[in-house]
Structure formats: structure tokens, C-alpha cells
């Protein structure tokens, strides 16, 4: 039932990484591309490789399927899109807030309403970064469950029978 539930997962994050993967490659294909765009870029195209290896070594490759091994994977990747939603906020704060207090910065109100298009552009791929996060936060947890019960059974029967 918990394999279900991972795999539902991983199917949802997968989908999130397509999605994000489109957002950021519009910016970058259309404008000047921050380093946070770039930034949450390479989380996408990780996320997809890392959810290859996390759907598929488990079911056909088992002996390269250490529990360590997808744990250290979801902490990682959970890091890296925590990191990349909240660099995108910040860039869409910065962005928001250019021009200020300045003649053209309260007659256009900020660059966003003056780009136009590519701000609501970086607000979803900040949400679905988000979104990301939170997911591989999920699986962390479920990936740390299963590998800790895991060694906390064969330690307990290595002592009893001692």
C-alpha cells in the first residue's frame, strides 16, 4: 500500500517537474534569464532523472536500490527545491519592486505590470516549486521511515539471537 502512495507521488512530481520545466524554458527562451531561473531549470531536469532512477531501480534493478541511497536523493533534491522556490519569490519581489519611488517606477507600478507577461510567468514557477518542496518533503519522510525501520529490525533480531 506505501509502494501506491510513493509511486502516486513520484507520478505527481513528475508531472510538476514537466510543468516547471515549460515555465522555465519559456523565460529563458524569451527573455533575459536570471540565475534563479536557470537555477530552478536544473531542479527540473533533476527531478526528472532522479524520479527515473527512484521509479525504476526499486522494481528492476534492486541491488542498486539502497535505502541510504534514495533517502540521501529525496534530502538532496528536497534541498535543492527549497532552494529554488524561494529564489524565485525573491526575484519576483525584486522584479515587483524596481522603479519605486521614482516618476516611472509609481507611473508604471513596478516592472512587473510593465513586462507584462513573464511575472505571473516566475509566480507559478515559484508555486509549483513550492509544491515540489513539499512533495519531496513526503517522500523524505517516507524514505527515512522505510530505510531506519529497515535497520532498526535487523539490528533487534542480530540481538536477540546473540
Not at 522584479?95 to 521614482?102: K, M, T, V, W, Y
Not at 522505510?146 to 532498526?152: C, T
Request: glycine share 8%; charged share 10%; hydrophobic share 55%.
Amino acid at each position: 500500500m506505501l509502494d501506491i502512495i510513493v509511486l502516486g507521488i513520484c507520478a505527481i512530481q513528475f508531472l510538476f517537474a514537466i510543468i516547471i520545466l515549460g515555465l522555465t524554458g519559456h523565460i529563458a527562451s524569451d527573455f533575459y534569464t536570471p540565475s534563479q531561473d536557470s537555477y530552478e531549470l536544473f531542479c527540473a531536469v533533476w527531478t526528472v532523472l532522479i524520479l527515473l532512477y527512484l521509479a525504476l531501480a526499486p522494481r528492476f534493478f534492486p541491488n542498486f536500490a539502497h535505502p541510504l541511497a534514495i533517502l540521501g536523493l529525496n534530502a538532496l533534491t528536497m534541498l535543492f527545491w527549497f532552494a529554488a522556490f524561494i529564489s524565485m519569490a525573491v526575484l519576483h519581489h525584486q522584479l515587483d519592486n524596481i522603479g519605486e519611488g521614482d516618476y516611472y517606477g509609481d507611473y508604471l507600478g513596478g516592472f512587473c505590470s510593465f513586462v507584462g507577461t513573464y511575472c505571473p510567468i516566475l509566480e507559478a514557477a515559484a508555486v509549483f516549486g513550492a509544491f515540489e518542496w513539499a512533495l519531496f518533503v513526503a517522500t523524505t519522510i517516507l524514505a527515512a521511515l522505510a530505510a531506519f525501520r529497515g535497520h532498526s529490525s535487523k539490528s533487534t533480531t542480530t540481538t536477540t539471537t546473540a
